[in-house]
């Protein structure tokens, strides 16, 4: 069998599915470059969004704009890191209720044999991280003057829109910042990325066991121009252009 006469044909076909392929990839471009080009938002993609890492002692919970964005999976121990990708839209209002672990009526823990102690962290990747231009106000507190024989807790009712964007907490204290050692993060803290934030609490890390903080980054801390994907609900994105039959 003539060798030749099989050869020519296999690459004359693979030169036709590399043409095919060159040819997608230059409608889908033209496709969302023509898009930016009339001012429309392109589709968003994995890559316009940014990693959040936290970590709380013991329990979170997070709203960015009023939407809830991650929910620690682990209530007390072991402690963990919660990564998710987020999509930021600026302004950007950061909602989070962090809970130290404490019985409910003595506000302590280990079946009410001590007083436990918070502590939250955040960073994203667009350089957002949690500092004391956080605000924070506490809602349950306990024990009270650290009275472990009887102890008791007081507890402010929490606000139905805490994470709304609207919400005002202009009365709230700004948050405490403590050192690593202060508040002793486990093994999973190290393998993520938190350079550049500070643990975050009330002033009193100990007796304060539920604390929100609340945080409005008003542009990206990195500097990043993003666009614009907020109400994408409301608009037709722009596309690849569909190929010619």
């Not at 968003?44 to 939407?67: C, H, K, L």
């Not at 121990?77 to 809970?99: C, E, F, G, R």
């Not at 005002?168 to 202060?182: G, H, K």
Request: hydrophobic share 40%; glycine share 6%; aromatic share 10%.
């Amino acid at each position: 069998m003539n060798r030749k006469r099989i050869l020519k044909p296999a690459l004359g076909l693979a030169a036709l599915v590399c043409v095919t392929a060159v040819t997608s990839f230059v409608w889908m471009q033209a496709g969302y470059s023509q898009g930016e080009s009339r001012g429309k938002v392109g589709k968003p993609r994995i890559s316009d969004t940014v990693q959040a890492n936290m970590y709380a002692d013991n329990w979170f919970i997070m709203y960015i704009n009023g939407e809830l964005v991650a929910v620690d999976s682990i209530q007390f121990m072991p402690h963990n890191v919660i990564s998710v990708d987020i999509l930021p839209d600026y302004p950007m209002t950061i909602a989070v209720m962090a809970k130290d672990n404490a019985d409910a009526k003595t506000g302590m823990e280990y079946a009410n044999t001590s007083i436990g102690d918070g502590g939250f962290i955040l960073k994203f990747g667009d350089g957002t991280v949690t500092n004391a231009d956080w605000k924070a106000k506490a809602f349950s507190r306990g024990p009270i003057d650290r009275d472990t024989k009887n102890p008791r807790v007081e507890n402010t009712p929490i606000p139905e829109d805490w994470y709304a964007v609207d919400f005002d907490d202009e009365s709230w204290d700004q948050a405490t910042e403590y050192t690593q050692a202060q508040i002793d993060p486990k093994e999973p803290f190290f393998e993520h990325d938190f350079e550049g934030a500070r643990f975050i609490w009330t002033e009193d890390v100990e007796i304060d066991n539920t604390v929100i903080f609340r945080h409005v980054v008003t542009t990206p801390p990195d500097g990043k121009a993003r666009p614009d994907f907020s109400n994408l609900n409301d608009i037709v994105p722009s596309g690849p252009r569909r190929r010619p039959r």
